[in-house]
């Protein structure tokens, strides 16, 4: 049985993908050949629960220079970062230069924040276009991937950390004992290493399967971040559930006695206990709603396309790959999807060779049905999208289970 990346303990394997493209490197029509395939299985550790995948793709090709993913395209996402942001400027921010470090900034929607706040600060992100846009907005930023070295540069160039931040990015480090080696090392007395990320709880409950993908090489939960935080020097000294992206969850981790837990981190350990989120039931009904939503998402497209509807997909998420791929969804029964990003515009997604379009497109001529791939942005797209529903057209989702409305 294979060993977990973080405790070396024995991992169950509960689903298996099959073989599955990087959910974020959309190709041109010319790159359709050269297309990157690896085995995306997952499953939990028996010892200290982790929910992760057995096959790392390498971080070059999952995050290179032209990553097309930009955090700034929901104005949800905005207000959430600009929030947070002010939440701890207000709170861990204050007094002495204190300085800011951010793993996986991106396109700068939170550092934009904490700069305009005159806080000394720096991103580090390898999405080396989508940092260009920070900087170009005065951010400084520092093209690298976060690890135990580059860790320890930031620190002897800028001196100690008072608060490392990272939204949707520690999960997708496989080797995250680096990671929490280079906290170790950047963060002055007392500072503390905050991340958030997909909430495993939320994934099994609403069935949320294409939250696994590539990027998501781990799924935490309270209980496994705990073990993990302790392992590595550290301790879990709070948890936030946040409501975006599906359902997430804060951890702040602070180096082993340096802080005083929360109560909320017990409680979140008991409600997960109560739950049974680290037993084999949960994971085996998980299982057998994938194939339920999936037999039922292609049944539904299929009989859509026999009786002449048109469906387009809304949204070119990473997390539509899985979707598309495992439930074999091709541009025979979604012809497009449309999405804001122009940098995945006038390509096709991963895998499925689906062609993604200009939102624009989608007004130009409505569907009569779109399947919406980006659900964890629902409000922010169908209040945007009001005309459609008004001229009659009808959005499928596939979260928590297959509906139209
Ligand atoms: P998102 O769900 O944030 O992430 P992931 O790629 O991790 O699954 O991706 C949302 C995608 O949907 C992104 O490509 C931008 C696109 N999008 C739109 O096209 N229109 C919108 O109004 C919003 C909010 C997103
Ligand atoms: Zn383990």
């Given at each position: 049985m294979p060993e977990c990346r973080i405790c070396g303990g024995a991992v169950q394997r509960f689903f298996d993908f099959g073989r599955q493209p990087v959910s974020n490197a959309f190709p041109t029509p010319e790159e359709l050949d050269r297309e990157h395939f690896y085995r995306l299985?997952?499953?939990?550790?028996?010892?200290?629960?982790?929910?992760?995948?057995?096959?790392?793709?390498?971080?070059?090709?999952?995050?290179?220079?032209?990553?097309?993913?930009?955090?700034?395209?929901?104005?949800?996402?905005?207000e959430h970062f600009e929030r947070t942001a002010r939440h701890f400027l207000a709170t861990e921010l204050g007094g002495d230069d204190p300085f800011y470090v951010e793993v996986g900034c991106n396109d700068g929607i939170m550092l934009g924040t904490?700069?305009?706040?005159?806080?000394?600060?720096?991103?580090?992100?390898?999405?080396?276009?989508?940092?260009?846009?920070?900087?170009?907005?005065?951010?400084?930023?520092?093209?690298?991937?976060?690890?135990?070295?580059?860790?320890?540069?930031?620190?002897?160039?800028?001196?100690?950390?008072?608060?490392i931040f990272s939204a949707n990015t520690i999960s997708h480090i496989a080797y995250i004992d680096s990671v929490f080696a280079g906290a170790h090392a950047l963060l002055e007395e007392g500072g503390i290493f905050v991340f958030e990320d997909r909430y495993l709880g939320d994934i099994v409950e609403h069935a949320s399967f294409d939250q696994i993908y590539d990027e998501h090489f781990y799924l935490f939960s309270v209980r496994s971040v705990h073990a993990m935080a302790e392992r590595f020097g550290f301790e879990l000294v709070?948890?936030?559930?946040?409501?975006?992206?599906?359902?997430?969850?804060?951890?702040?981790?602070?180096?082993?006695g340096e802080r005083t837990p929360t109560a909320a981190v017990a409680e979140w350990l008991e409600r997960e206990r109560t739950r049974g989120?680290?037993?084999?039931?949960?994971?085996?009904?998980?299982?057998?709603?994938?194939?339920?939503?999936?037999?039922?998402?292609?049944?539904?497209?299929?009989?859509?396309?026999?009786?002449?509807?048109?469906?387009?997909?809304?949204?070119?998420?990473?997390?539509?790959?899985?979707?598309?791929?495992?439930?074999?969804?091709?541009?025979?029964?979604?012809?497009?999807?449309?999405d804001s990003t122009p940098q995945k515009q006038g390509r096709v997604t991963p895998g499925s060779h689906i062609p993604v379009r200009p939102s624009a497109d989608f007004a130009a001529d409505y569907p009569e049905y779109a399947l919406l791939f980006a659900w964890n942005h629902a409000e922010e797209i169908m209040a945007?999208?009001?005309?459609?529903?008004?001229?009659?057209?009808?959005?499928?989702?596939?979260?928590?289970?297959?509906?139209?409305?």
């Open positions: 299985a997952v499953g939990v550790c028996a010892a200290c629960t982790m929910v992760q995948q057995f096959e790392e793709v390498a971080r070059e090709q999952m995050f290179p220079g032209e990553y097309p993913y930009r955090s700034s395209g929901s104005s949800v996402m905005r904490v700069r305009a706040a005159g806080v000394r600060h720096l991103g580090v992100d390898p999405a080396e276009a989508a940092t260009g846009v920070a900087a170009a907005d005065g951010a400084r930023v520092r093209v690298a991937f976060f690890e135990e070295s580059t860790a320890r540069e930031v620190r002897a160039a800028e001196g100690p950390a008072r608060l709070d948890v936030e559930h946040l409501s975006v992206h599906g359902g997430a969850m804060r951890y702040t981790t602070a180096r082993a989120l680290a037993e084999a039931p949960v994971y085996e009904r998980f299982a057998a709603r994938i194939e339920s939503n999936c037999r039922e998402l292609t049944a539904l497209l299929t009989k859509l396309k026999a009786e002449g509807r048109r469906v387009v997909g809304y949204g070119a998420t990473s997390k539509s790959a899985t979707v598309v791929n495992y439930c074999g969804i091709g541009p025979d029964l979604v012809p497009y999807v449309v945007k999208e009001q005309e459609f529903r008004a001229r009659g057209g009808k959005w499928i989702l596939y979260v928590p289970d297959v509906h139209v409305v």
